[in-house]
């Protein structure tokens, strides 16, 4: 019932800044938490960030706290995933994923794949050295 789409992905240099989109369709989208993942070719998919559905509260994995920032625009159906200081490390494809169950959640429970239902087709992320 609900499609995610993101965009914004490409080629960047080390140090350099992306703009990820994730756009959804529904009515019912401003009620859902949104999460971001990333997954690197033989890696598992792992957690980035995530938002609770009024953008009051936000989560980040180690990895890219500080330099990733996680927002959203619910009356576009849009999340986004600004991504500074972009090393070699960040090359991976990033998904975008919602949440429908509209309950509080923590951090263990938003970093896992499981606890979110709809998925987008993923967007791919290259930063070179």
């Known amino acids: 019932q609900v499609q995610l789409v993101e965009s914004g992905g490409g080629l960047v240099q080390a140090g350099g800044s992306l703009r990820l989109s994730c756009a959804a369709s529904?009515?019912?989208?401003?009620?859902?938490?949104v999460g971001w993942f990333r997954q690197a070719p033989g890696k598992e998919r792992e957690f980035v960030a995530a938002?609770?559905?009024?953008?009051?509260?936000?989560y980040y994995a180690d990895s890219v706290k500080g330099r990733f920032t996680i927002s959203r625009d619910n009356a576009k159906n849009t999340v986004y995933l600004q991504m500074n200081s972009l090393k070699p490390q960040d090359t991976a494809v990033y998904y975008c994923?919602?949440?429908?169950?509209?309950?509080?959640?923590?951090?263990?429970?938003?970093?896992?794949?499981?606890?979110?239902?709809?998925w987008g087709q993923g967007a791919q992320v290259t930063v070179s050295s």
């Open positions: 994923a919602a949440d429908p169950k509209n309950l509080p959640g923590d951090y263990s429970d938003y970093e896992r794949p499981d606890w979110y239902d709809y």
């Open positions: 529904g009515r019912t989208f401003s009620t859902y938490a």
């Open positions: 938002i609770k559905s009024t953008g009051a509260r936000t």
